[in-house]
């Protein structure tokens, strides 16, 4: 079992920055790669952005991209989302998740940490 625990949210005004970290304990030696996803009540969840544990590969979403920056300090088994220039629309709360293998599902989340913005 994994457990992931996120922090970092808040409220800040439309431009500034945050940043989320997301720890990882239990078996984290079976980690591929963990990712942000958010999901604002009444819509689907979206993908935020992904990094690999060993190589340190990301991804991002369109709608983030040049914005957030996703890291990762492998020996606190720590995983960072750098937000930055935020808009109101980046508003949700926002979860970390853990796959084990690369053609894997995102089976183990966080509990998710709110993240406001004001215009």
């Known amino acids: 079992q994994v457990q992931l625990v996120e922090s970092g949210g808040g409220l800040v005004q439309a431009g500034g920055s945050l940043r989320l970290s997301c720890t990882a304990s239990?078996?984290?030696?079976?980690?591929?790669?963990m990712a942000w996803f958010r999901r604002v009540p009444g819509k689907e969840r979206e993908f935020v952005a992904t990094i690999t544990w060993s190589g340190g590969n990301t991804h991002y979403a369109d709608s983030v991209k040049g914005r957030f920056t996703i890291s990762r300090d492998n020996a606190k088994n720590t995983v960072y989302l750098q937000m930055n220039s935020l808009k109101p629309e980046d508003t949700a709360v926002y979860y970390c998740a853990l796959k084990a293998s690369p053609g894997g599902l995102y089976t183990y989340w966080g509990q998710g940490t709110q993240v406001t913005i004001s215009s």
């Open positions: 239990g078996r984290t030696f079976s980690s591929y790669a």
